[in-house]
């Protein structure tokens, strides 16, 4: 009988999960077929708390504790197709959160890289991982404003909380070539900036207006 609804649950998940990719991200100019992909394997569902299970798969971001939220799926197949991810790269993730934008990232790339500041995040995240078998994540609680310079250069760099300003350090440890997606502005109205390092030469796209929570540490807010 257990079985039974467990595969009844899966089964309907599954469902949420492809009509999210058909309904959200396709018609919005997600199209890159390798992001539509992982974003219609990673369970979602498996990353928020079992009493917003059932809203994982809506168009909107959830609370995920700590005042922090998991960013609604089409920001996240946003971000992760701006990285132009072919599956080779090491990537460097700021705001681990619950989890659910790395293992997206981890199904695409060959490393993340992840540093949250928050302890119960970084724990919470780090049971999902293993929990799902995934094994390309190493993760670490720090402020992720100072990047992770021991693992440098990162070919990507995916910021998921939004500062005043592009933490110089990270623009550091991007390879050249080497892109970041980063929402920068002021608390509670950003935009999405695209870096492109190329040539030894940096340069910034605007994306689209967004809404984050906040990137706090030595080169964000300071709390
Ligand atoms: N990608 C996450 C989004 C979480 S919200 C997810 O899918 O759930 C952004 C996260 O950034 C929060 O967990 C917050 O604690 C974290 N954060 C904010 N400032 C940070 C910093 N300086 N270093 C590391 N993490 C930070």
């Given at each position: 009988?257990?079985?039974?609804?467990?595969?009844?649950?899966?089964?309907?998940?599954?469902?949420?999960?492809?009509?999210?990719v058909?309904?959200?991200?396709?018609?919005?100019?997600?199209?890159?077929?390798?992001?539509?992909?992982?974003?219609?394997?990673?369970?979602?569902?498996?990353?928020?708390?079992?009493?917003?299970?059932?809203q994982a798969?809506?168009?909107?971001?959830?609370?995920?504790?700590?005042?922090?939220?998991?960013?609604q799926?089409?920001?996240?197949?946003?971000?992760?197709?701006?990285?132009?991810?072919?599956?080779?790269?090491?990537?460097?993730?700021?705001?681990?959160?619950?989890g659910?934008?790395?293992?997206?990232?981890?199904a695409?790339?060959?490393?993340?890289?992840?540093?949250e500041?928050?302890?119960?995040?970084?724990?919470?995240?780090?049971?999902?991982?293993?929990?799902?078998?995934?094994?390309?994540?190493?993760?670490?609680?720090?402020?992720?404003?100072?990047?992770?310079?021991?693992?440098?250069?990162?070919?990507?760099?995916?910021?998921?909380?939004?500062?005043?300003?592009?933490?110089?350090?990270?623009?550091?440890?991007?390879?050249?070539?080497?892109?970041?997606?980063?929402?920068?502005?002021?608390?509670?109205?950003?935009?999405?900036?695209?870096?492109?390092?190329?040539?030894?030469?940096?340069?910034?796209?605007?994306?689209?207006?967004?809404?984050?929570?906040?990137?706090?540490?030595?080169?964000?807010?300071?709390?």
């Amino acid at each position: 009988m257990t079985v039974l609804f467990a595969s009844t649950a899966t089964h309907a998940y599954e469902k949420a999960r492809a009509r999210m990719v058909r309904e959200q991200l396709e018609p919005r100019g997600v199209t890159d077929p390798a992001v539509l992909a992982a974003m219609n394997r990673v369970p979602r569902h498996c990353f928020v708390d079992d009493a917003l299970c059932s809203q994982a798969y809506g168009d909107f971001s959830l609370p995920i504790g700590e005042g922090q939220t998991i960013s609604q799926p089409y920001v996240v197949a946003l971000m992760t197709q701006l990285l132009g991810l072919a599956g080779t790269e090491r990537v460097l993730e700021i705001g681990t959160g619950c989890g659910y934008q790395t293992a997206v990232l981890a199904a695409l790339c060959e490393r993340v890289y992840t540093v949250e500041r928050i302890k119960s995040l970084h724990a919470r995240a780090r049971r999902a991982f293993d929990k799902l078998h995934i094994f390309n994540v190493t993760g670490k609680i720090d402020d992720g404003t100072l990047g992770w310079p021991e693992h440098g250069p990162y070919d990507a760099i995916i910021v998921t909380a939004a500062g005043p300003s592009v933490p110089e350090p990270l623009v550091a440890q991007l390879a050249d070539p080497g892109v970041m997606v980063i929402p920068v502005g002021e608390r509670g109205n950003q935009k999405l900036v695209m870096v492109r390092k190329q040539d030894g030469e940096v340069a910034e796209r605007f994306v689209e207006d967004v809404k984050f929570v906040s990137l706090i540490g030595d080169h964000g807010w300071q709390v």
